[in-house]
């Protein structure tokens, strides 16, 4: 059977079969014949075959095929080269790329410009690994706890109604995507294949290494926890400092000899001062604070489109049975996910965020007097129901004009709201989608059981959401269900409000990725409006780190020049 998964030596000369396409119920041996009879050649000339990725067509239920894309050793890869058929014009076998990740930049000997990272979600955790592998000792600053101090106080959240401002789904070591599905796909163009960087860490930081090629992979709030313990590990052990409970009050930026804005350091709450040129912004979608903060020092924000909305549960059987047909509960299969999209009368568009298939609806507030919704799964996925975002695009000319922070305001007042609704205890609104689609408030539940902790309100969703969301929703969800058969069940629970989709500013930067009117300043990640998920708030913390790296070693180099020019001029006896 192929080995799944593991990367042959580059050493070795490798091709790779593309649309290897075999029945779900494959035999073993299967993938090795298909490989052969792709290239033309006896069985005896492969030497070793790899699944690189492995996909699901599900077109057609009664005949669910997996496609793969294989990485193979053969004896005469020229002449097997020759022979391969295309499609489309496009080649189906083709030379393996190299896609191992290769740095930009080591930190000079006797390097001493320690870099700053603020935030330890997805972002900098990989913005603060990639400078501690490059040997730039990088600081990490994290405003929450260590990520098991911070998992009970969430847990304290969702059992006893007891909300940390500082220590909650949103803030604390891992961010916000701790507490999720722990999905490890976007759709982000990624020609420099940091994303296969951010797998292969994660696989070293123990993470299964199906992750490598399954498609649409995802690791689970559990093992989540573990891993991020481990990177931050491996961080330390190289050199880098991460501290908890450091939340940075200030941004100190001075003008230079040219009259240009510099970050020169940070100050902390607890007033001290952090000396440094270099700043990594990766502080998520929902440090109000900060962006505030960032604000009115100056620094250059604009408002940005985001999403609201509602959480909605199904039946995990049902969503199984609609996507899988009679392969439903198939182990290669899985709980089965989802992603819609639905274009309303008056302009707006709903779609599905964040689907948890086999998950729990969670509370995720990070400010006392609001409620928030999202969504998080284990692993195994094998909770009763399936949960999703079901959201309306907003825009801020048309939703929310004024101002840069305005989209925030916006935010807050809905969830203030759903914080009212649901009885001023964190509890959250929830309706039947019967009686929403019918527009009369529920009473009780039916026969689905909502998940949400500290639990749910019966009641009428359209009073805490704006009005073009209620109408949007009663359009869309009756033609989801024209794609997902029984996706406007009547019993199936809404619970709101789902504000947190992404950020709801975008810190500017330029082509170095420093802020435009802030040198030293590298916005990074979801809260800067660059990134919307794990795996894309890695690469950009890949990216970001890069860009540091090459501006110290700039800055390096032009001190040493700047010495030895100075040396080179003191006269001599």
Not at 340 to 346: D, E, P, S
Not at 392 to 415: K, M, S
Not at 444 to 450: D, S
Not at 538 to 564: F, M, N, P, Y
């Amino acid at each position: 059977m192929p080995e799944p998964g593991r990367a042959m030596p580059h050493n070795t000369a490798m091709l790779r079969l593309i649309d290897i396409r075999l029945p779900l119920d494959h035999t073993e041996d299967a993938l090795r014949a298909a490989a052969c009879e792709r290239l033309g050649i006896a069985t005896t000339d492969l030497l070793r075959c790899t699944v690189y990725r492995r996909s699901v067509d599900a077109r057609r239920k009664s005949a669910i095929m997996l496609i793969y894309a294989l990485d193979v050793a053969v004896r005469d890869e020229t002449a097997a080269l020759s022979r391969v058929p295309e499609r489309s014009g496009k080649p189906l076998t083709m030379l393996r790329p190299d896609d191992r990740y290769r740095f930009v930049a080591r930190a000079p000997a006797g390097f001493s410009n320690r870099p700053v990272v603020i935030g330890t979600g997805p972002c900098g955790l990989f913005a603060g690994l990639l400078l501690a592998q490059m040997g730039f000792r990088p600081l990490i600053l994290e405003r929450g706890k260590a990520v098991r101090e911070r998992t009970q106080d969430t847990w304290g959240l969702w059992r006893r109604s007891q909300l940390d401002p500082e220590s909650n789904v949103q803030f604390g070591e891992g961010g916000a995507g701790t507490f999720s599905d722990g999905k490890l796909y976007s759709q982000i163009s990624d020609p420099m294949h940091y994303g296969r960087k951010v797998l292969e860490e994660f696989v070293k930081a123990g993470a299964p290494e199906e992750i490598l090629y399954v498609y649409r992979p995802h690791i689970g709030t559990f093992r989540l926890v573990s891993m991020v313990e481990e990177m931050r590990a491996t961080i330390t052990a190289l050199g880098g400092e991460i501290r908890f409970q450091s939340r940075v009050e200030e941004i100190v930026i001075e003008h230079d000899a040219d009259g240009e804005r510099q970050v020169r350091g940070v100050i902390l709450a607890n007033g001290e001062r952090i000396t440094t040129d270099h700043v990594v912004l990766a502080i998520g979608h929902s440090a109000r604070d900060t962006f505030r903060m960032l604000h009115d020092k100056g620094v250059h924000i604009e408002p940005k489109p985001f999403s609201i909305g509602v959480r909605i549960e199904h039946p995990q059987s049902l969503i199984d049975r609609a996507r899988w047909g009679k392969f439903a509960g198939h182990p290669l299969l899985g709980a089965a996910d989802y992603k819609l999209v639905h274009h309303c009368a008056n302009g707006r568009s709903v779609y599905s965020f964040c689907m948890c298939p086999g998950g729990t609806v969670v509370a995720a507030t990070s400010e006392p007097g609001h409620v928030v919704t999202n969504g998080m799964s284990q692993y195994s996925r094998n909770e009763r129901n399936a949960n999703s975002g079901i959201v309306v695009g907003i825009d801020p000319e048309r939703d929310y004009p004024g101002h840069a922070l305005a989209g925030i305001d916006f935010q807050r007042h809905w969830e203030a709201s759903a914080f009212e609704a649901g009885g001023g205890t964190y509890a959250a609104p929830a309706q039947r989608i019967g009686d929403f689609l019918l527009g009369r408030p529920s009473l009780a539940q039916g026969n689905v059981t909502p998940s949400y902790r500290p639990g749910v309100r019966w009641t009428d969703l359209s009073l805490y959401l704006p009005e073009f969301v209620t109408t949007a929703l009663r359009e869309a969800i009756p033609a989801f269900a024209r794609q997902i058969r029984g996706y406007d069940l009547a019993d199936a629970v809404m619970t709101g409000v789902e504000t947190r989709t992404s950020s709801p500013i975008r810190i500017r930067r330029g082509e170095n990725l420093q802020s435009i009117n802030t040198r030293g300043l590298f916005p990074a990640g979801e809260g800067a409006g660059y990134a919307g998920g794990i795996l894309s708030a890695g690469v950009d913390g890949i990216r970001v780190a890069e860009a540091v790296a090459l501006s110290l070693t700039q800055a390096e180099e032009s001190r040493h020049i700047r010495r030895s020019t100075a040396e080179s001029q003191i006269p001599t006896g």
